[in-house]
């Protein structure tokens, strides 16, 4: 009977112990069930984070070359802008150096209307020097002399440079040393330069101030050499001419043309 108690006492020692394993283990199951599933809920959102992370960073890739694409647009677009405004800036140089080149061609053609207005000054003065009366013979010379210069004259005012050019060349061969001859010379050079023949302008320049050193169209024949060398490309002798001209007229509508071409041609 003895022996029999002790071993009921360990039948209950090992039933109690073997129920309590099994309840630890359950309890300890399900701890392990609850962080697998809470590692699993863990897992599904990161891989949703890392999944907005993507297309955020796929639609800031795009957004990059977009980017770099406007950017070289721009960049093309600046470029097109600048050779437009060079050409713009060179078409407006060629544009002034014709404007100017009409202003002086214009202000040669005031010069004509002054001194074809000045041939009654020339003729009153060489009245009242006069002591007698002209004879009928000598006072139609006087008229001829006029009207054969006045008609040239207007042939060059109209345009007509070569009918104009030979009616002063015709002109100079009957009164050579009239107080118009000088005139005269310097606008058959000019009938040759409004023509472009630049060449034969410059010769008929240097015609002026050689025959007639002490009239007044040698200023203006020196110019306009110095601006037919300049149309002709020949700067180093348009440049000495020029200089020639503020040298010896420095206070003259063409000493002042002369600095203005100086500088274009620096």
Excluded at 94 to 108: G, I, P, T, V, Y
Excluded at 160 to 183: G, I, W
């Amino acid at each position: 009977m003895k022996k029999i108690i002790p071993l009921l006492f360990l039948a209950c020692f090992l039933f109690t112990v073997g129920c309590a394993t099994s309840s630890d283990l359950r309890r300890t199951q399900g701890a392990l069930d609850r962080k697998i599933l809470a590692l699993k809920e863990e897992n599904t959102n990161l891989r949703k984070d890392i999944d907005k992370l993507s297309e955020a960073l796929a639609a800031l890739q795009k957004s990059q070359a977009e980017a770099r694409a406007d950017l070289t647009d721009i960049r093309d677009n600046i470029q097109s802008q600048k050779g437009a405004v060079d050409g713009l800036k060179k078409d407006v140089a060629a544009r002034s150096n014709q404007d100017k080149e009409k202003l002086d061609d214009l202000s040669f053609k005031i010069n004509y209307i002054e001194n074809f207005l000045g041939i009654g000054k020339k003729e009153n003065h060489a009245v009242g020097e006069k002591t007698k009366t002209p004879s009928k013979n000598g006072q139609k010379g006087k008229i001829d002399k006029e009207s054969a210069y006045a008609s040239a004259y207007e042939s060059f005012k109209e345009g007509k440079y070569e009918k104009a050019r030979t009616e002063f060349q015709s002109f100079l061969k009957l009164y050579p040393d009239s107080e118009y001859s000088d005139n005269a010379q310097f606008w058959v050079g000019e009938s040759y330069y409004f023509e472009n023949k630049y060449e034969q302008a410059i010769l008929e320049y240097e015609k002026v101030v050689k025959n007639f050193p002490k009239g007044n169209k040698v200023p203006y024949a020196l110019l306009k050499q110095g601006l037919s060398f300049l149309n002709l490309g020949d700067k180093a002798s348009a440049r000495l001419i020029l200089q020639q001209v503020i040298k010896k007229y420095p206070n003259t509508n063409q000493a002042r043309i002369a600095r203005a071409k100086l500088v274009e041609i620096k």
